[in-house]
């Protein structure tokens, strides 16, 4: 094996493992579940959020730079740091980390050991997380090495048996809501695309740390890890998705996420089933949480110029993530729907813009494309707090509105706002020129 192709892989690896989460194990066979045989619909608008997304995140965060503030350069720098902030904050100890301890509980632990708190789980989950974390030079490594082959073997063995031994077949969807559209604003809650802006950082600089010098293999090498991460993901969705939406008949409609996944692979490996699934799950979680923490610290320990220390940073994050871990996971995911409608369509349209950039040559286009998407994704962040009991007339006005845009069936309500917005925007003369890259993570001086 060359060294090129196993540096892909080492990283790659460790790149799908850090992406592979909570999120990734306890949605899609949700999805469908309520699908039944709609499920291939369902499955493709989850993957464009949960796979396509987070690789074209990669490929933004690359090609802009390298950092979430080099593609958010073109809108300005307060916004650079107000969307670094918020997607830290997202997928560190507001939500992500959190929800990685709770399912290990819910999924890992529960089932084995019943007696077992949630508080004891939660402990010795970040008392883990924080040894491995806090010496952040040979994460990469570890990840890549050790544990994601094991992960990728328990994996196999339930997408295996779901797909070649299912427990039943497809049946009449549970649910209209769980459409293609339903599938796509479902992917959000993986998070993956709003870790895909700072995973990208953590990837690139264990490829610099690897000795290649040339931005353009760096950047070639860093796509095809990304690619191969989303690869590996999707293949575990399909599985995922299709072992539930064989299941319509077995379970209820409303039997918790965590509860059907466990339910599911005890179905279709026996008793075996429970033991391979806590390990899957103990270890995605386990290093989806370590690489979330690393983010963490390097973040803020640059934003604050070194004045918080990385080891610091973690063990802050470590005790925040603690105690909302304890919620549990149905309340942690409720909790970040608002939040995640209101930002992800936002990073849509940034993802987007970067992606595009050289077809884009006034880049105030960008500012208009982003106020377009964040009208929209405000509203519905107003509608998900109908959940909470939240109602009012002037939101039921604006929904209906939003209802009225072209492809909110799909999802993508934003869409025509942002164009029109950017289209608007491109007309106003840029004062300043903001297009130069400054590259802070490639090895200035060697091309």
Not at 35 to 52: M, R
Request: glycine share 10%; hydrophobic share 55%; with cysteine.
């Amino acid at each position: 094996m060359n060294r090129r192709l196993k540096d892909t892989l080492v990283v790659g690896f460790a790149l799908f493992s850090m992406f592979l989460g909570a999120g990734n194990l306890i949605f899609p066979p949700y999805l469908g579940l309520h699908a039944g045989e709609n499920w291939l619909p369902v499955l493709l608008g989850f993957v464009l959020t949960g796979v396509g997304l987070p690789l074209l995140g990669v490929y933004a965060t690359l090609r802009s730079g390298g950092t979430i503030m080099t593609m958010a350069r073109h809108v300005g720098k307060p916004f650079g740091r107000l969307l670094g902030l918020v997607v830290v904050l997202s997928i560190g100890p507001m939500f992500a980390i959190p929800r990685t301890a709770a399912t290990t509980f819910e999924v890992g632990v529960q089932p084995i050991l019943p007696n077992v708190s949630i508080e004891v789980t939660c402990i010795v989950f970040f008392a883990c997380v924080l040894f491995i974390a806090i010496n952040n030079s040979k994460v990469i490594d570890r990840l890549g090495k050790f544990l994601t082959p094991f992960l990728l073997l328990t994996l196999f063995a339930i997408v295996a048996a779901g797909i070649f031994n299912p427990v039943g077949h497809p049946g009449a969807p549970a649910d209209p809501v769980y459409n293609f559209a339903g599938g796509f604003t479902e992917g959000y809650q993986t998070m993956d695309a709003l870790a895909a802006t700072m995973f990208a950082g953590v990837a690139l600089a264990s490829i610099v740390a690897r000795g290649y010098n040339n931005r353009e293999e760096q950047l070639s090498l860093s796509i095809r890890c990304g690619v191969l991460a989303a690869v590996l993901l999707a293949l575990v969705y399909c599985g995922l998705t299709y072992g539930g939406a064989s299941a319509t008949d077995v379970f209820p409609a409303d039997i918790e996420r965590t509860a059907l996944l466990v339910q599911l692979t005890n179905h279709l490996l026996g008793n075996i089933g429970t033991y391979c699934l806590s390990a899957a799950v103990t270890l995605a979680c386990l290093t989806t949480s370590v690489g979330l923490c690393v983010t963490c610290g390097e973040y803020f320990n640059e934003l604050s110029g070194g004045r918080l220390s990385y080891k610091l940073v973690v063990i802050i994050t470590v005790l925040v993530s603690l105690l909302i871990s304890m919620l549990g996971v149905t309340a942690i995911i409720n909790l970040a729907v608002p939040f995640l409608n209101l930002v992800y369509p936002v990073l849509m349209a940034l993802i987007l813009c970067t992606c595009f950039d050289r077809f884009i040559p006034n880049k105030n286009a960008y500012i208009g494309a982003v106020i377009g998407a964040f009208l929209i994704s405000a509203v519905d962040a107003l509608a998900s707090f109908s959940s909470l009991g939240v109602s009012a007339g002037w939101i039921d006005a604006l929904v209906a509105f939003k209802a009225s845009l072209p492809l909110d069936g799909f999802g993508l309500a934003w869409v025509l706002p942002a164009i029109i917005l950017a289209a608007i925007f491109s007309f106003i003369p840029r004062k300043t020129d903001t297009t130069a890259v400054e590259y802070s993570v490639y090895d200035e001086g060697k091309e």
